[in-house]
């Protein structure tokens, strides 16, 4: 069975389709959103999926409507566009540092973002909104002085990650001295943020990270063919006509956009950005970037963590974050292992 077809449109464009690819994403979004139905009606008042779905449509009663509409759905939509967010933004961050470990968790991106909402909490006691700002001003930070000290007539892949830790570990130390500065009730405000948690996201933080995906993926797709070209080197790419400066700044805007808007949205919810794209690989066993089943893997990864959350430990009682970081360490356990018994490290 041929893995690969191409598909002619009628004004003569052909494109390659490869099909275990696309089934793997079609097969990721049906999880996605069956996980999403299921999460909205779980909580402390349990609606069964057909009245989730009649709901949705609808034609609920007005209990159901303000529950579904007002309670549930928005905290399920930012799980969905935070995990797609982080899966993407992982995605990018690999394929650009051609190393599995290159993803915003070891980069430091996320520690910026926590340093940013740090400040404004400890420091200012900031309202919810200004948080986000700060978040999202702190990642954007972080990632621009990460790509300005890697650069040196080009970022390289190794020199970028090294930096990275670098930028993470003088971040962290940072927000470990805001978090010994900080009164009490900002100190238990701060460390629930930075676990990173769903618990009462409204359409306040849906629209704006719903405006930045719908500019943001379409564009990074567009870039998805000059992204592949830059795994097989620099000199490779030039020789075919891609601009790779560019395109390679252009997909770390991006993915520094995506993964501090997430962050500021949600918090540092950790190992989606390093695992989904690895899960997306092995399961397309398709060479290249793997961009949009990345997307898809990581939207699931997000919300079925969150369903695993509330089904254990209750609604609200365990943040969705400290799920992600369970799965995410023993995914990575489980890797070196099996790298180990390979013999390639």
């Not at 598909?7 to 994403?25: E, Q």
């Not at 702190?138 to 970028?160: D, N, P």
């Not at 995906?213 to 830059?230: D, F, Q, T």
């Not at 899960?279 to 997307?295: D, E, F, K, M």
Request: hydrophobic share 55%.
């Amino acid at each position: 069975m041929k893995t690969n077809r191409a598909i002619r449109t009628p004004g003569g464009l052909s494109v390659r389709l490869d099909v275990r690819a696309f089934t793997v994403v079609l097969l990721l979004l049906a999880a996605a959103l069956t996980a999403s139905v299921v999460l909205i009606g779980t909580g402390d008042f349990p609606i069964p999926a057909g009245d989730v779905f009649k709901t949705l449509l609808g034609n609920g009663n007005a209990g159901q409507e303000f529950i579904v509409n007002e309670l549930r759905l928005p905290r399920v939509l930012v799980g969905l566009l935070v995990g797609a967010s982080l899966g993407l933004g992982g995605a990018l961050f690999q394929a650009v540092s051609r190393n599995p470990l290159g993803s915003p968790d070891i980069l430091g991106l996320g520690q910026g973002a926590t340093a940013g909402a740090l400040v404004m909490i400890v420091l200012f006691s900031g309202s919810a909104a200004e948080v986000t700002v700060g978040a999202l001003v702190g990642g954007l930070v972080a990632g621009l002085a990460i790509y300005l000290l890697a650069w040196k007539q080009g970022v390289h892949g190794y020199r970028l990650v090294l930096v990275g830790i670098g930028v993470s570990a003088i971040l962290t130390a940072v927000n470990g001295y805001l978090m010994t500065v900080s009164d009490i009730t900002d100190a238990a405000r701060a460390m629930v943020w930075m676990t990173g948690s769903l618990s009462g996201r409204d359409w306040e933080q849906v629209w704006p990270l719903l405006g930045l995906c719908a500019v943001l993926v379409p564009l990074v797709l567009a870039n998805a063919r000059g992204l592949r070209m830059m795994e097989m080197g620099d000199d490779v790419s030039y020789a075919l006509g891609v601009r790779v400066e560019r395109v390679r700044g252009l997909l770390m805007i991006a993915a520094v956009l995506l993964t501090a808007s997430a962050t500021a949205a949600a918090g540092p919810v950790s190992f989606v950005a390093l695992t989904a794209p690895q899960l997306a690989r092995r399961l397309t066993r398709s060479p290249g970037p793997n961009l949009l089943p990345s997307l898809c893997m990581g939207a699931a990864l997000l919300v079925g963590a969150d369903w695993v959350s509330q089904k254990v430990f209750g609604a609200d009682q365990m943040p969705v974050g400290v799920v992600t970081g369970v799965l995410g360490g023993v995914y990575l356990l489980w890797l070196l292992v099996t790298e180990r018994k390979a013999g390639r490290i």
